[in-house]
Every structure is written in structure tokens, then in C-alpha cells.
């Protein structure tokens, strides 16, 4: 039974203390502490695009500190989740492991590419596992779509759009999500998420060309064409921007040579010689896969497979590329290296 605790405790936080408190009935873990630098957390519900929050306001027999540092080196750890605004995953993660912990830190990975770097260079050197919270890769609709192209099912690729759309993200820490200095505006929040899937998806891109908006806050919308030596088609357009009542929304459409394939709020649908297939996949929870397969990797002492902190760092890398871009209006090429 692994020794755990979280480290932010607003809207992720809490959908981690659910999940972890499943796992601790069923005897993976045990929940050491909980940490918010605002101690109302701990008592309140946070709504946030997924929906309304549904953790348990029961926090009694858990160690609850408002100090990240003091709970680092009053407690034991196996795993820390970080689940705080972008600007401190770093810091706070690097802290974690300089104190023995493995650790599972929200994406984005960092604020910048040199805290990202960091992360990396002190997991290695701390012997400790670093995971970074991309779920789109344990979503059932995402792994299907994974397994029709790298099995060339219906035939290549032709082109393929992804779309990740929200109202403004006003419910943060002191309005961290207004202020994109700290989050990174919709690019480096919301977007990432289908940066880090096509990139998983169809691989590096060689290149990059992408707009953007700057109206709510500064990079509140981008859309971006992700350039292919073979010439297919992917875009993908990120925007917190929408009106306040607008549902959180992500969706995709992909052409393959022999069907179209396209997940929507109906679900996944599949469209071939005239006939429709709509898949419906077994309740899951990708908050709660993700974490199953990082405890796996530690019991097991084997390196993040499914989701390496490298792969992680380059969906950094390529969204910073996204913003330079669009601040320049040129192309700009991706290091092909992980």
C-alpha cells in the first residue's frame, strides 16, 4: 500500500481525492495528507468545466497543512500529486521529488520550457518516477482512434481536425487563469491537451503554423495546422473564450481513406460505404486509469510507459513553438528528438 498525498486541492485536487479514496478501499494506497495553501478548500466544493464538484466534505483522519514544505518533511511519502495552477507545478514538483517522492504533476508540465527541463533533470537525478497528468491517453474514444491508425484499418490518414472549446475560466486561485503569465492562456491550458494527442497520435510534427486571439486574455483562443512530410491535414483549435453558459466541449473528426471516424458529445461514431456504427465504451474515468497505471509503474519499478515525462516536456515544446508562431506569423519547425 503506497503512502500518497495531494498538493493543491481545488478542482483537480479534489477529482484526485475521490479517485484515491476509492483506491485506498480497495487497499492501493493510503492517503497521508492533504495540502492547500488556502485551508477552505478543504471544507468547500469547486465547480470547474468538467461539472460540479462531488468530493466528500469529510476530511477527518487525513493531515491537513497549508504548507507544501512543512508536509514534505513531517510526512513519508511514496507519490505526491501536484494539482496546483500552471506557474508552480514546477517548483512545488521539484520539491517533492528532492524529498524522495515520486511524483504525478497536472499538465502542462511547467510554465516554461527551462522549469519543464528542470523537472526532468531532477527526476533522473532523484532516482524518481515524474508523470504529468495528460489524460487524453487513457480516454477509451482517443485510444480507439490510436488503434485505427497505427493498425492502418481504414487505410491512411487524409486530414483530421480536434477542437477544445470552453466558456472563460474565471473560478481560479487570485483569477490565476486570467493572468497568462500563470497559466499560458488557453494555449498552454486547454489546448495542450490535444497538442500532447496528436502528437501521441500521429507523431512530431516537422512543423508548426498557428493564429491566435487575444481578447479575454492574452492567448484565449489558437488554432494551429501541425505540418506532415506525408502532407495530411491536422488542425487543432483551442478556446476559453465562449460566452459564459457555453458547455466545456471537445470533439474530434478524421478522415481515413476508408471511413470517417468522429467523436462528439452522440460519442464515437464510425461512417463507412453507408453505414453509421456508433461505439459506446464501459464507464471509465481517465483521472482514475492514469493514476492505476502511474502506482503500477512504481510497484513495479519500471519507467512511465504510457505516458513518459519526455513525451510530456516535447507537447511543452511544441505549444511554446504554437505561440511563437502566431506572435510572428511564420512556420516554425519542431526538434524531431525526445
Not at 485536487?13 to 480497495?26: D, Q, W
Not at 519499478?301 to 513518459?308: E, F, Y
Amino acid at each position: 500500500m503506497l503512502k500518497c498525498g495531494i498538493i493543491g486541492f481545488g478542482g483537480l485536487g479534489k477529482i484526485h481525492f475521490n479517485n484515491l479514496s476509492k483506491m485506498e478501499e480497495r487497499g492501493y494506497v493510503k492517503i497521508e495528507a492533504l495540502c492547500d495553501i488556502n485551508e477552505k478548500q478543504f471544507s468547500v466544493k469547486t465547480d470547474t468545466n468538467l461539472g460540479s464538484d462531488r468530493s466528500s466534505l469529510d476530511k477527518t483522519g487525513y493531515k491537513l497543512y497549508t504548507d507544501h514544505k512543512k508536509m514534505l518533511s513531517d510526512c513519508s511519502f511514496d507519490f505526491i500529486i501536484v494539482a496546483l495552477p500552471t506557474f508552480l507545478h514546477a517548483p512545488v514538483s521539484i520539491d517533492a521529488l528532492k524529498a524522495g517522492c515520486h511524483v504525478f504533476c497536472e499538465k502542462p508540465m511547467a510554465i516554461n520550457a527551462k522549469q519543464g527541463q528542470k523537472m526532468l533533470e531532477t527526476s533522473k537525478k532523484q532516482n524518481r518516477l515524474l508523470m504529468i497528468g495528460h489524460n487524453l491517453r487513457f480516454w477509451p474514444d482517443y485510444i480507439k482512434l490510436k488503434e485505427f491508425i497505427d493498425s492502418g484499418k481504414y487505410g491512411k490518414v487524409i486530414r483530421a481536425e480536434f477542437s477544445r472549446l470552453s466558456g472563460t475560466p474565471k473560478w481560479g486561485w487570485e483569477n490565476w487563469f486570467m493572468n497568462e503569465e500563470r497559466s499560458g492562456g488557453a494555449a498552454l491550458d486547454l489546448h495542450i491537451h490535444d497538442v500532447d494527442a496528436i502528437s501521441w497520435l500521429f507523431g512530431v510534427p516537422e512543423a508548426v503554423h498557428s493564429k491566435a486571439t487575444h481578447i479575454v486574455t492574452k492567448f484565449d483562443s489558437i488554432i494551429t495546422d501541425y505540418i506532415y512530410p506525408d502532407d495530411k491535414i491536422i488542425t487543432a483549435v483551442g478556446d476559453w473564450g465562449m460566452m459564459e453558459k457555453f458547455p466545456f466541449r471537445m470533439t474530434f473528426s478524421v478522415r481515413f481513406e476508408k471511413a470517417t471516424v468522429e467523436m462528439d458529445v452522440e460519442g464515437f461514431k464510425i461512417y463507412t460505404d453507408g453505414i453509421v456504427e456508433l461505439m459506446t465504451f464501459s464507464e471509465f474515468d481517465s483521472y482514475y486509469d492514469e493514476i492505476i497505471h502511474f502506482i503500477e509503474c512504481i510497484n513495479q519499478n519500471k519507467p512511465v510507459s504510457i505516458n513518459p515525462p519526455e513525451y510530456s516536456f516535447k507537447s511543452l515544446e511544441i505549444t511554446f513553438a504554437e505561440k511563437e508562431s502566431a506572435i510572428s506569423g511564420r512556420s516554425v519547425k519542431i526538434k524531431q528528438n525526445v
